[in-house]
């Protein structure tokens, strides 16, 4: 099972980026996709999912509205817009989601704990 994100970069606050993050190994029919990211002397944030189903994903307030998710056979895209100085972080996508947002905690787990290899997203001006 393989995970590699791409795509990430400088941009200045308002600019947007797309990160792509490929998986080989698994069908993202059947395995939740997370998106995390963590900056210098921060704690890690889960903020994105990727995963079959109606099930309404929540974000937490320092992403929503800005980034959405969307994927297809084998990729899974991470849409970024609006993007802040505080966006500046390394960019993983994981094998499971875990989101803590203002209703609680969401967690998407089937067994499988693998990380890609991150992308580094700077934005500044």
């Known amino acids: 099972v393989q995970l590699q994100a791409s795509g990430g970069g400088f941009v200045q606050p308002g600019g947007s980026l797309t990160l792509s993050c490929v998986v080989s190994?698994?069908?993202?029919?059947?395995?939740?996709i997370g998106w995390y990211r963590q900056a210098p002397g921060e704690e890690r944030e889960g903020f994105a999912c990727?995963?079959?189903?109606?099930?309404e994903v929540p974000s937490p307030d320092s992403v929503e509205g800005r980034f959405t998710v969307s994927r297809d056979e084998n990729t899974v895209y991470l849409q970024m817009h609006n993007l802040k100085p505080e966006d500046t972080a390394v960019y993983y996508c994981?094998?499971?989601?875990?989101?803590?947002?203002?209703?609680?905690?969401?967690?998407?787990?089937?067994?499988?704990?693998?990380w890609g290899k991150g992308t580094q997203v700077t934005v500044s001006s």
């Open positions: 994981v094998s499971r989601c875990e989101i803590m947002h203002s209703g609680g905690f969401y967690n998407v787990w089937y067994g499988m704990n693998v």
């Open positions: 190994g698994i069908s993202l029919e059947t395995e939740a």
């Open positions: 990727s995963r079959t189903g109606d099930e």
